[in-house]
């Protein structure tokens, strides 16, 4: 029997419907899964929505949407209430959730306290959530996600770093690998070059690796990240532990030569999303790659991304 998989169409103004209506039209998504999607009808259905794709449950807004693909109380007020129910229906009946860009700037002026979808999720499906990226065998988890890289040094604390590399190993054995192998990446240019240039990796970052040995978890470091991202390509390790959103997101995005596909692990039900925003500059022209957004539902949809999609 074919699982039912909860989508969230995103900001209506943006390309999520634009790419939520091109995956549903992908064979493939339909073969494997039942579609329920959630989100703003009238943008949906400009972009080729119909009944025949999926089940919808229509969010509308309380005011009219813009003319023009912009930041709006409207689209912040929609996306976000179709996330909310999203989150609601998977906690109930344990179905996955892909959810499609919201814009940051819209949940603001609809007077969101959230500053993404990971927050949100942390605060109702669990607080251990962690951001994680694969792109085939490719993976990558955040110890810290969005902070300004002038916090770090404060926010990355040994509990913080263990806590990340504890979740970070049980999804990837949830992912089938059954001994992962974590590569933990410094902070400081060449892992501090024992304390020249930094004292998170001796004091911080180190600690926490030992930890993470006494939790029974394979882990190396704190290594230099730019020389980690070939190893990690070359299969010398099944994942790296990053200690912050660019370290990964660069290498990942420059390494991948598949669809990236970003899940938050930890969640009590799964939740996968595409890789990219809410794209106003190209929204309602019909141009969006979708393949990030199909990945994301074809992952919910079997835990894995079927190679025949590539």
Not at 24 to 34: D, E, G, H, I, S
Not at 169 to 198: E, M, T, W, Y
Not at 289 to 305: G, K, Q, V, Y
Request: aromatic fraction near 6%.
């Amino acid at each position: 029997m074919k699982p039912i998989v909860l989508i969230t169409a995103g900001d209506p103004l943006g390309i999520g419907p634009e790419v939520t209506v091109k995956s549903l039209k992908n064979p493939l998504v339909q073969r494997v899964c039942f579609p329920v999607v959630i989100g703003e009808p009238t943008s949906l259905v400009r972009a080729g929505f119909s009944d025949k794709l999926a089940r919808l449950i229509a969010i509308d807004s309380s005011v009219p949407l813009p003319d023009k693909p912009v930041p709006s109380f409207a689209g912040g007020e929609t996306s976000f209430k179709a996330v909310e129910l999203g989150i609601k229906l998977a906690l109930k009946t344990k179905t996955p959730l892909v959810t499609a860009p919201i814009n940051k700037q819209s949940w603001a002026l609809y007077g969101v306290p959230y500053t993404g979808h990971t927050e949100l999720l942390r605060e109702h499906a669990g607080k251990e959530g962690l951001m994680m990226f694969i792109s085939g065998d490719l993976r990558c988890g955040l110890v810290t996600e969005h902070f300004a890289v002038a916090d770090l040094p404060h926010l990355l604390t040994q509990e913080r770093i263990v806590a990340a590399g504890v979740h970070f190993n049980r999804a990837l054995k949830q992912l089938g690998i059954q001994k992962p192998h974590i590569a933990v990446c410094a902070l400081n240019p060449h892992a501090s070059d024992n304390g020249k240039f930094g004292t998170e990796e001796n004091e911080v970052i180190a600690p926490a690796v030992k930890a993470l040995h006494r939790h029974k978890i394979k882990a190396d470091g704190p290594l230099p990240a730019d020389a980690l991202w070939l190893a990690h390509a070359s299969g010398q390790y099944d994942g790296l532990l990053c200690m912050y959103h660019d370290q990964a997101l660069l290498g990942l995005k420059l390494a991948a030569k598949k669809p990236i596909v970003h899940i938050t692990a930890g969640l009590k039900f799964l939740r996968v999303s595409p890789t990219h925003g809410t794209a106003f500059e190209i929204a309602e022209q019909n141009i969006a790659n979708p393949s990030s957004m199909t990945d994301a539902i074809l992952f919910a949809a079997t835990r894995h991304l079927p190679p025949q999609i590539f």
